[in-house]
């Protein structure tokens, strides 16, 4: 019986750990200088339709990166789907986007597709891409 039940748990956690998962290679930041090396850049994923989007307090999937280098990039493994990201800078080592008055950033950000905010964050759409094979892309600070 126990053999039975280790059987199971083994086929059950070998289906988990096999799951198709593939890359989004971020193979270029443009715009990263030499005042950005050893700050935190804070990655927001998500891959559904969410009104969370894009706030750097709930992402589906969040990473925080040192920057090594100014031609630092990044490779993630997800799941096969759409998605769209945002990511900034914490200059001042806080833990959080500062913001103006207005609302506007006052730390490097960026989002997915290039997009480039006018008079609001940009919706989920917006940014959105698909991500079904290995993808690389190349995103532009806004400083």
Known sequence: ?????SLL?????????????????????????????????????????TENFPSDSDPEIGDVLTIATTDFSIKKQLLPDDYAFSMYIDMNGNGKLDKNLFGIPKEPYCFSQNVKPKLSAPKFNDCQFSLYEDAEMSIMIID
């Open 9 to 49: 748990v083994y086929l059950l956690s070998a289906n988990i750990n096999t799951e198709n998962t593939v890359t989004l290679t971020i193979i270029h930041l443009d715009g990263l200088s030499d005042k950005h090396i050893g700050k935190n850049l804070y990655v927001g994923y998500w891959h559904e339709h």
């Open 1 to 5: 019986m126990i053999s039975l039940i």
